[in-house]
């Protein structure tokens, strides 16, 4: 894809989301596809690999959460992969300050780089699984919003956000279609770990006939200290 091409499309889509991209942003946005593109060569970061389907599944996606970040908010972007939606974020507010968490070393790299090579702000990255980083005193409870996307179910999900999300924090849940299941599911796992659902928006992904879903969850209470369980336990054992 032409990169005006690219940039006419990615700024009409941001537009059905109210969100102004200024034309450094967008040269951002050209960089970052460009290195995911070069890089999902060499090590495995997305199974789309169409420039349109980038703008759509990847880049508009991860900014459908925007409308609920406050300007400020310390976020941190839990199994993070190939950087959706911190990244997208971080380009768009870049008064926020991010953390893109994930297990793998590789990933991380490519991150890195994408931060390097688009001078991003106020983001870095952290290699911790996300039951590590919820025991560790420099992250628990110390975050405005803790999001993630794709990454689980959400009884085990909640397991991973809600220790990092300070009291009066919003988990912000990024799931697809048909989650009355697992909203259901999760009742008791939310209570126990000190939240409880705000809202749950659904919506067609702009410009397609995807259905999403976003569940915010508001930290009301600390999370008692014995969560989150052992690396891989939440995953084996959700709360139920």
Same mark, same amino acid.
């Given at each position: 894809?032409?990169?005006?091409?690219?940039?006419?499309?990615? /700024?009409?889509?941001? +537009?059905?989301? @109210? !969100?102004?991209?200024? #034309?450094?942003?967008?040269?951002?946005?050209?960089?970052?596809? *460009?290195?995911?593109?070069?890089?999902?060569?060499?090590?495995?970061?997305?199974?789309?690999?169409?420039?349109?389907?980038?703008?759509?599944?990847?880049f508009i996606d991860s900014l459908t959460?925007? /409308?609920?970040?406050? +300007?400020?908010? @310390? !976020?941190?972007?839990? #199994?993070?992969?190939?950087?959706?939606?911190?990244?997208?974020? *971080?380009?768009?507010s870049t008064d926020c300050k991010i953390?893109?968490?994930?297990?793998?070393?590789?990933?991380?790299?490519?991150?890195?780089?994408?931060?390097?090579?688009?001078?991003?702000?106020?983001?870095?990255?952290?290699?911790?699984?996300?039951?590590?980083?919820?025991?560790?005193?420099?992250?628990?409870?110390?975050f405005d919003i803790a999001t993630s996307?794709?990454?689980?179910?959400?009884?085990?999900?909640?397991?991973?956000?809600?220790?990092?999300?300070?009291?009066?924090?919003?988990?912000?849940?990024?799931?697809?279609?048909?989650?009355?299941?697992?909203?259901?599911?999760?009742?008791?796992?939310?209570?126990?770990?000190?939240?409880?659902?705000?809202?749950?928006?659904?919506?067609?992904?702009?410009?397609?006939?995807?259905?999403?879903?976003?569940?915010?969850?508001?930290?009301?209470?600390?999370?008692?200290?014995?969560?989150?369980?052992?690396?891989?336990?939440?995953?084996?054992?959700?709360?139920?």
């Amino acid at each position: 894809m032409e990169k005006e091409q690219f940039f006419n499309k990615l /700024k009409e889509d941001a +537009d059905k989301l @109210s !969100i102004d991209i200024t #034309g450094i942003q967008l040269e951002k946005f050209y960089t970052y596809m *460009n290195l995911l593109l070069e890089w999902n060569e060499k090590i495995n970061l997305t199974a789309i690999t169409e420039p349109e389907e980038i703008i759509k599944k990847h880049f508009i996606d991860s900014l459908t959460i925007k /409308k609920y970040i406050k +300007d400020n908010s @310390s !976020i941190i972007d839990v #199994g993070t992969g190939a950087g959706f939606p911190g990244i997208p974020l *971080n380009i768009i507010s870049t008064d926020c300050k991010i953390v893109l968490l994930d297990a793998l070393n590789k990933r991380l790299n490519f991150l890195n780089e994408v931060i390097k090579q688009n001078d991003l702000k106020n983001i870095e990255t952290m290699h911790f699984r996300a039951e590590e980083a919820g025991k560790n005193k420099l992250y628990r409870e110390k975050f405005d919003i803790a999001t993630s996307r794709a990454v689980a179910p959400l009884n085990i999900l909640v397991e991973y956000l809600l220790p990092l999300a300070k009291i009066g924090g919003k988990c912000i849940c990024m799931k697809g279609s048909n989650i009355e299941e697992e909203l259901e599911s999760s009742k008791k796992a939310i209570s126990i770990l000190g939240g409880k659902i705000e809202k749950v928006e659904e919506f067609c992904l702009p410009g397609t006939d995807m259905l999403r879903n976003i569940i915010i969850i508001t930290k009301i209470s600390n999370t008692p200290a014995k969560y989150p369980r052992k690396a891989g336990i939440p995953s084996k054992e959700p709360l139920v």
